[in-house]
């Protein structure tokens, strides 16, 4: 099976840097989705990692490191429409489908 | 920019009837996928569709669920005899498995509700 642990909520103030944590423990790792959810919606995709190191997308970068079966979302120059859950999902075995985390909510306040 | 789509957006029914969620995937995806939200909860995956036929299900998914693809386009969730705890966000995504990202793209989910 497989295990995923993020906090369960953070705060950050607007104009801040964040970093929300996921580790997971797996068998056949693929590789690790992050995606952003709002309130009554769905889910979307932000970034997806398969290989060890930082892969930066404008405000939002993502780091794994598979050895340590740890990764990070870090959010920069937060805006108050960032706040919403953020949710590790991992990819494992022969699978495509793709598994969540509970999620990390987010509160961006001025 | 294609979109994954649902129907209806809620749905509101008696405990112990039948429901039937649709779903069009985005068209050249080849994989499909329903999960559910309770609410406050995480996301759960309930089964995946390939091919025509079930590719993978989680436990939740038991006698009570079946999914179809009855054409080239849609793709539906059924819930035979719905009870209040299948009171939940409903949902479908799909992949392309060609895509190096393999990302699953959400449609915005039908909100069901069992009373």
């Known amino acids: 099976g497989q295990n995923i642990d993020q906090p369960t909520e953070m705060t950050a103030t607007e104009g801040a840097i964040v970093q929300i944590n996921c580790t997971y423990q797996?068998?056949?790792?693929?590789?690790l989705f992050w995606y952003q959810q709002h309130a009554g919606e769905a889910p979307t995709f932000l970034s997806y990692?398969?290989?060890?190191g930082l892969e930066e997308k404008g405000r939002f970068s993502s780091f794994l490191s598979r050895s340590k079966g740890y990764s990070y979302l870090l959010l920069k120059e937060l805006q108050m429409k960032d706040s919403a859950s953020y949710l590790c999902?991992?990819?494992?075995?022969?699978?495509?489908?793709?598994?969540f985390g509970r999620g990390t909510s987010l509160i961006v306040h001025p | 920019e294609p979109e994954v789509t649902q129907t209806p957006s809620h749905q509101v029914t008696q405990m112990g009837q039948e429901v039937i969620l649709r779903c069009v995937p985005i068209?050249?995806?080849?994989?499909f996928y329903w999960y559910r939200q309770i609410l406050g909860q995480k996301v759960e995956f309930l089964v995946s569709?390939?091919?025509?036929?079930?590719?993978?299900k989680s436990e939740i998914f038991d006698d009570q669920f079946s999914v179809e693809r009855p054409d080239g386009s849609n793709f539906t969730l059924k819930i035979r005899s719905t009870k209040l705890e299948d009171s939940a966000m409903y949902f479908c995504?799909?992949?392309?498995?060609?895509?190096?990202?393999?990302?699953?793209?959400f449609g915005q989910g039908t909100r069901l509700t069992v009373v």
């Open positions: 995504a799909s992949s392309d498995p060609g895509q190096v990202n393999t990302e699953a793209f």
């Open positions: 797996t068998s056949g790792f693929n590789g």
């Open positions: 990692n398969v290989l060890d």
């Open positions: 999902a991992v990819v494992s075995g022969g699978s495509y489908i793709p598994t």
């Open positions: 068209s050249n995806h080849l994989y």
């Open positions: 569709f390939y091919n025509n036929e079930i590719s993978e």
